[in-house]
């Protein structure tokens, strides 16, 4: 998560980072709001929850939790090497699963 941080950071993003433990100094340095929940893994559903579309990135069981909730609750997933599952579109690279990501949000609706 740190490298997709520091690439939203240096794009000028907001990186909002929605912590596991209760501790905001455990974000990483990218992160400009760090939101504690003090939840673990059971913070999964707010992260996606709050997306308008999900990349995945590599094959823990944790991304998987969270494909599976997205798709459960039809928010749209790129994967970057992560699990071969239905409705998880491929993304060859980190920019071009950005761009799907933004263009499945806009349609769908969630990003108006």
Known sequence: MEAAARGA????GL??????GRDRAEANPHVTVAIPTGLGEMRNPLVVGAAD???AIGGAYRT??????????NV????????????VLEGPGPAEAVELAL???RTSGAED
């Open 64 to 73: 998987l939790s969270e494909v599976a909730l997205a798709r459960r609750t």
């Open 76 to 87: 749209p997933v790129v994967g970057i090497g992560t699990w071969d599952l239905p409705d």
């Open 9 to 12: 950071s240096s794009a000028t």
């Open 103 to 105: 263009a499945l949000a």
């Open 53 to 55: 579309a999900l990349i």
């Open 15 to 20: 990186v909002i980072g929605i912590l596991p």
